[in-house]
């Protein structure tokens, strides 16, 4: 199964931009690139996707390297809100989750 | 408001006693799918359904069962819950299997088995 690696935790502080990194050296070429999240006590929630090219919506903005065996969610501007745990998941067919990254937004 | 609901949130059974956990979407959606999600493993799949009446195995099925008579309903079953099945489980559903759509999670199921 396609396989994703991020760092287990991140701190950011509130208003300023967060990079969250993923490695996807496997990647085929069909895969698609997911992002979800999941706030204390709740579901995941869906953040964003992309194939190929970079991806904007309201919730973030998805970087993906050309060789796409990397990707970057980036969150302009961090609120208390955003801290979650992030999942960066290659949807083979199937959503495989990983650990995660836990961010953590400081005032 | 589009939701996927999940009942109950909270149980607390004993060994053998067989339970259903509920899961419900509003969201016309086809694909509807369960997790159980563990501490340092993450979320994993253990039944999915592509359609009323199609169901199949996800990575771990050993000791669940699933339905999926109506469109809207995919209840998780256990016929002799164990404690090794203590978890927290979510239900999720999708427009189609495709893998650009986003899945919809429902609030997740505590459940503990003693």
């Known amino acids: 199964d396609a396989k994703t690696t991020q760092p287990n935790s991140m701190e950011s502080n509130e208003e300023e931009p967060v990079h969250l990194p993923c490695n996807h050296s496997?990647?085929?070429?069909?895969?698609?690139i997911h992002w979800y999240r999941q706030l204390p006590s709740q579901g995941p929630e869906y953040v964003i996707h992309?194939?190929?090219s970079n991806v904007n919506n309201r919730m973030a903005s998805l970087a993906i390297a050309e060789d796409r065996k990397s990707s970057t969610l980036i969150l302009h501007r961090a609120t208390l809100r955003d801290a979650a745990v992030y999942y960066c998941i290659l949807n083979t067919d199937k959503l495989i989750f990983g650990t995660g990254t836990r961010l953590q937004v400081f005032p | 408001e589009a939701q996927v609901t999940q009942n109950p949130r909270y149980l607390i059974t004993v060994t053998g006693k067989k339970l259903t956990v509920t899961c419900s979407q509003n969201?016309?959606?086809?694909?509807m799918s369960w997790y159980r999600q563990d501490p340092g493993l993450g979320l994993r799949q253990i039944y999915y359904s592509m359609n009323v009446e199609v169901t199949d195995k996800g990575d771990v099925p050993e000791g669940y069962k699933v339905s999926r008579k109506e469109k809207r309903n995919f209840p998780l079953i256990l016929e002799s819950p164990s404690p090794n099945q203590t978890s927290l489980y979510f239900c999720?559903?999708?427009?189609?299997?495709?893998?650009?759509?986003?899945?919809?999670f429902g609030p997740g199921t505590r459940l503990t088995v003693l």
């Open positions: 999720a559903s999708t427009n189609s299997g495709s893998r650009w759509n986003e899945q919809f």
């Open positions: 496997t990647i085929s070429g069909t895969d698609y």
């Open positions: 969201m016309n959606h086809e694909y």
């Open positions: 992309g194939l190929t």
